[in-house]
């Protein structure tokens, strides 16, 4: 599995914490009006997430498309969905209404959760990124969202290492199973269109790596598909 920094579209107040972004339209009007920005260049982002329920941490990265195909078992979709499949555990209508969403938009809304085993020493590096000023805070009632950008180049080295070498459970099988069949979805347009690269934004899945991975809330952490 290869694991590199992301440049991330998201918000920047906290006026913007639960924006309806139903189409790529309403994401271009949010980056026109400065609610949301496309961070300049590629970071890892490390976050802390506190609800009603409980706190829990990880780092937010993108993954080779294929790495989460070969983690998502299919199972076949019905004539005339959206290409991809779902996997065992996401229900076929929920994921093909969530990647027709992805597609509409034209990016991940929020990051496919990735569980892993325990590993102190990626506890350590977290906590000592956390320890700084946050990028941003978003707050909604009882619910907080705190993240760190890891931007040096040997910062995102080292930490990106450390991902690839977790051990790692199957990704969430709804999220992970979308994101899947929108990327399907458009690649199979570039082919069909013979102007495939390979290089594709698609061809790469936003993740967030947990050892506890409750889903974010959507549009709080995203990535383009297209861009």
Do not use: C
Not at 154 to 181: C, F, H, I, N, Q
Not at 213 to 222: G, H
């Amino acid at each position: 599995m290869k694991v590199l920094p992301v440049a991330a579209v998201r918000p920047v107040s906290e006026a913007s914490y639960a924006p309806v972004v139903a189409d790529a339209g309403a994401l271009s009007e949010l980056l026109a009006q400065g609610s949301y920005l496309r961070d300049g260049g590629r970071a890892l982002y490390v976050y802390e997430y506190r609800d009603g329920e409980g706190a829990s941490s990880g780092v937010v990265a993108q993954v080779p498309m294929a790495w989460l195909s070969t983690r998502l078992t299919p199972a076949p979709a019905e004539d005339g969905a959206v290409a991809g499949h779902a996997a065992p555990g996401a229900d076929p209508a929920a994921t093909r209404a969530l990647a027709a969403h992805l597609l509409a938009v034209g990016a991940q809304p929020q990051p496919v959760p990735v569980r892993h085993a325990p590993e102190p020493v990626l506890d350590i590096i977290s906590g000592a990124v956390r320890a700084g000023a946050p990028l941003y805070t978003l707050e909604n009632g009882s619910v907080r969202l705190s993240v760190w950008e890891v931007r040096r180049e040997d910062s995102v080295g080292a930490l990106a290492a450390m991902l690839e070498r977790l051990d790692t459970a199957a990704p969430d099988p709804l999220l992970g199973s979308a994101a899947l069949a929108a990327a399907t979805t458009l690649r199979d347009a570039a082919k069909q269109a013979d102007g495939y690269t390979g290089g594709e934004p698609f061809n790469w899945a936003l993740v967030a790596f947990s050892t506890q991975p409750a889903p974010l809330p959507a549009n709080l952490i995203m990535r383009s598909l297209t861009a």
